[in-house]
Nanobody, 116 residues
Framework: QVQLVESGGGLVQAGGSLRLSCAAS????????MGWYRQPPGKQRELVAR???????TYADSAKGRFTISRDNAKNTVTLQMNSLKPEDTAVYYC??????????WGQGTQVTVSS
């Protein structure tokens, strides 16, 4: 089993910044895909950014130019730096770790609220 623990959510004014962190522990082999998803109120969960193995990061269009994802493979951590936040970024943010089909894990979620 794998456990994901997130931290760093909160309330911020529009234009501000937040940094989300996620630490993975447990039975992790190789360098899995790690990333962040979010679920805005009343909407479906959506990808924000992810890093596949040691490859480059991919971002949702809404995150490009404002968010930066990074990871420490030795520590199994992934971080999402969010700048220039907008009210529409308000959502519950979830850390995700994907090893293979049937072996995918989610964090408990952390609330990010951006006030206008």
């Amino acid at each position: 089993q794998v456990q994901l623990v997130e931290s760093g959510g909160g309330l911020v004014q529009a234009g501000g910044s937040l940094r989300l962190s996620c630490a993975a522990s447990g039975s992790i082999f190789g360098i899995p895909t790690m990333g962040w998803y979010r679920q805005p109120p009343g909407k479906q969960r959506e990808l924000v950014a992810r890093i596949i193995g040691v490859g480059s990061a991919t971002y949702a269009d809404s995150a490009k130019g404002r968010f930066t994802i990074s990871r420490d493979n030795a520590k199994n951590t992934v971080t999402l730096q969010m700048n220039s936040l907008k009210p529409e970024d308000t959502a519950v943010y979830y850390c995700n770790l994907f090893i293979r089909l049937g072996s995918e894990y989610w964090g408990q979620g952390t609330q990010v609220t951006v006030s206008s």
